[in-house]
């Protein structure tokens, strides 16, 4: 079945660094795939997305690109902030008519000033 | 913001007892979802709504059931609370019409069985 791997957490960066958290995955056909965030104590909420190969999904200077090849969305940014300490999950719906998410096990993010 | 509530958002019950769970969205929209989030697990699919009185199973659907008596409210029951069903619960909705699928969350329950 469909299924997504993030790397594992946590991860731990000095304010202004540079941000790679990997995620691939694998799905049949042609999955529609998302980055969500989880701050400490609320929700998740839609951080960004991608829906066809080569697309790049953008948000808060959050970058990710579908890689149809090597089945990859990793998620970058260039410059991370204290404000970006989170939770951040990799995920995609597949080709099945529920559109269930389907998730990675999130990758813990701390940003040190 | 998608219009979400979830009720309680906190609960602490007592294993073999009922728990009822509430979602409820203001938009009308078709599908709604019951996630599970557990440590090292993400988040994974206890059962969906397509529909009033249409629902399905997800792939952790065991020792729960579900109800859509009407489009605004998908509430999740534990008719027999056991302490592997300590989690912190979210109900989702798909837009309709969207056409990348993507999914809007509640804040969340946090239930503890004891």
């Known amino acids: 079945g469909d299924s997504v791997t993030q790397m594992e957490g946590p991860v731990t960066l000095s304010e202004e660094a540079f941000l790679t958290i990997n995620c691939t995955y694998t799905?049949?056909?042609?999955?529609?795939l998302f980055w969500y965030v989880q701050y400490p104590g609320e929700g998740l909420q839609l951080l960004l997305k991608a829906t066809k190969a080569d697309d790049k999904g953008s948000n808060k200077g959050f970058e990710a690109t579908y890689r149809k090849e090597t089945t990859s969305f990793h998620l970058e940014k260039g410059s991370v902030q204290v404000s970006d300490s989170a939770v951040y999950f990799c995920a995609l719906i597949g080709m099945d008519s529920s559109y269930k998410l389907i998730f990675g096990s999130g990758t813990r993010l701390l940003v040190r000033p | 913001d998608a219009g979400i509530t979830q009720s309680p958002r906190h609960k602490v019950t007592e294993t073999g007892t009922p728990v009822t769970l509430r979602c409820h969205q203001t938009e009308n929209h078709r599908y709604m979802y019951w996630y599970r989030q557990d440590p090292g697990h993400g988040l994974r699919l206890i059962h969906y709504s397509y529909g009033v009185k249409d629902t399905d199973k997800g792939e952790v659907s065991d020792g729960y059931s579900v109800s859509r008596s009407k489009t605004e409210d998908f509430l999740l029951t534990l008719e027999s609370a056991t302490s592997s069903q300590t989690s912190v619960y979210f109900c989702?909705?798909?837009?309709?019409?969207?056409?990348?699928?993507?999914?809007?969350f509640g804040p969340g329950t946090r239930l503890t069985v004891l």
């Open positions: 799905a049949t056909g042609y999955p529609s």
């Open positions: 989702a909705i798909r837009p309709t019409g969207t056409s990348s699928n993507e999914q809007f």
